[in-house]
């Protein structure tokens, strides 16, 4: 932000050698500093005659401390300039983004307020009012201060990318589209800006139900940024929110060899959302897992998540791998199972390969979540038996100096910790020496609050390069 608002201050030092034409020595060295940059020397300058220096000359040491990052400091400045009776809009302004720096939100909107006394018609003051409650996370008076931004004349095309995610998050998608359409005209094809908005765009016209505007929009997409690969997954969902499963399938071979190329980013790197529907005003979230996952036998290879109004999940269900049928057919198979409340419900009645219709595993979903048809087996405490299979899986590995891990690097001992304990949280790590071996043991806590420790023999490269 600091940099967006360079080119702001240069135009209000203009605005301020216009307004002042008696101009003190002390003010116009201080510019000179930080017109070059050299923002330590305007901060030095005079800083044993402090008091004796005139408003304007405290009020540029003010912004050489914000450029400098000394943002507290800067309001302090600020603060004494207005005290010298020195109120011109750059002192707001600044003050106002100083406070922005150190999440003072609130604070920044009250010295926008006072600019805008100054100056009505400014539409910078407008949309960085907007900037704070967007980060105050209040969309509807971001947008109202936008759209007011955006009336002014010399208004910043730019804002329209902000209007559009301030609109997005209020549920305003028809004009978010016309946001983000209007976005993208202010930025060239190759910009991230403009990849940006235009993916935000396509976004926009699928969360708004227009999915064959968004299906066209995203196919543009990536035929402008082929290696966006979110915007594929989200191609990929207006196929099957259009039931062009043909269409889907062949998409999703596209994505699954990027997958085998190891080209995809993280969060798509273990499972892919394919599609998006509404269940009694809730949203429900589709996700598929890779043919193989490094190697290994899929567990589970669709997973419903039902989320409430702050995206959080109420209820899961995946097809989960049947073993002893797979070992006797020569394809795997899955049924359904539930997790609610840390109770799980098995389906054992639903049966489904990966040739199987989607339809028909989408309404089997439906029913499930319907109650139209009851589980086979229910188990409660299902973390706490989780658990337990793993620990008999591992055997006690890990659990005393006896039992320690072996490992040649510090960066396997937490790989070895993300494999068997996922969604662990790190406690606290510690060199211990038990009968002259060192070993190091991680302590950490489980989802339910349990915290346990795993000792790691580090014997193998301990002491090297000391």
């Not at 969309?139 to 329209?160: C, G, H, N, V």
């Not at 993208?184 to 227009?210: P, R, T, W």
């Amino acid at each position: 932000m600091k940099l967006k608002t360079l080119f702001c201050f240069l135009l209000l030092l203009i605005i301020s050698s216009g307004i002042f034409a008696q101009r003190s020595k002390d003010a116009i060295k201080i510019e000179e500093f930080i017109i070059e940059q050299e923002y330590q020397k305007a901060i030095d300058y005079k800083s044993k005659k402090f008091k004796k220096l005139d408003g304007e000359s405290i009020y540029l040491k003010g912004i050489a401390l914000y450029l400098n990052s000394e943002d507290r400091e800067a309001i302090r400045y600020f603060d004494k300039a207005i005290e010298k009776d020195f109120k011109e809009v750059g002192v707001y302004f600044y003050k106002a983004w100083a406070q922005f720096e150190i999440h003072e939100y609130y604070e920044a909107i009250l010295s926008f307020e006072e600019a805008l006394k100054i100056d009505p018609a400014n539409p910078e003051l407008y949309s960085g009012k907007g900037i704070m409650y967007y980060y105050l996370d209040i969309p509807q008076d971001a947008a109202e201060a936008f759209k007011r931004s955006l009336l002014l004349d010399d208004s910043d095309p730019t804002i329209y990318q902000y209007l559009g995610q301030a609109n997005m998050d209020i549920g305003n998608y028809e004009e978010c589209i016309e946001n983000y359409r209007n976005a993208c005209e202010g930025f060239g094809i190759d910009s991230k800006e403009y990849q940006s908005c235009h993916y935000n765009m396509a976004l926009s016209q699928q969360l708004a139900g227009v999915y064959s505007d968004a299906k066209l929009s995203f196919t543009k997409h990536l035929k402008l940024y082929p290696d966006d690969y979110q915007a594929l997954t989200k191609l990929i969902q207006t196929c099957y929110a259009l039931e062009n499963f043909d269409e889907a399938i062949e998409l999703e071979a596209q994505l699954i060899q990027a997958y085998k190329d190891k080209k995809l980013p993280q969060h798509l790197n273990e499972m892919y959302c394919f599609d998006q529907f509404n269940w009694n005003g809730q949203n429900v979230m589709a996700f598929k897992a890779y043919e193989k996952y490094e190697g290994e036998p899929v567990i589970w290879k669709h997973r419903f998540y039902l989320l409430d109004d702050d995206e959080e999940i109420i209820k899961k269900i995946e097809t989960q791998l049947d073993s002893l049928d797979s070992t006797t057919t020569p394809e795997d198979r899955y049924y359904l199972s539930m997790l609610e409340n840390d109770t799980i419900y098995i389906y054992t009645h639903y049966n489904y390969t990966s040739d199987s219709s989607y339809l028909s595993l989408k309404n089997a979903v439906l029913q499930i979540l319907n109650e139209e048809v009851p589980a086979k087996t229910k188990m409660g405490n299902y973390s706490a038996w989780l658990s337990q299979q793993n620990e008999i899986l591992l055997d006690g590995a890990g659990t005393s100096y006896k039992k320690a891990i072996k490992v040649s690097s510090i960066a396997e001992e937490y790989e070895w910790l993300a494999k068997n304990y996922p969604g662990y949280k790190f406690i606290q790590q510690s060199l211990i020496f038990e009968d002259g071996t060192p070993y190091d043991v991680l302590e950490f806590e489980l989802k339910k609050g349990e915290r346990k420790k795993i000792y790691f023999d580090i014997s193998s490269f301990f002491g090297e390069g000391f």
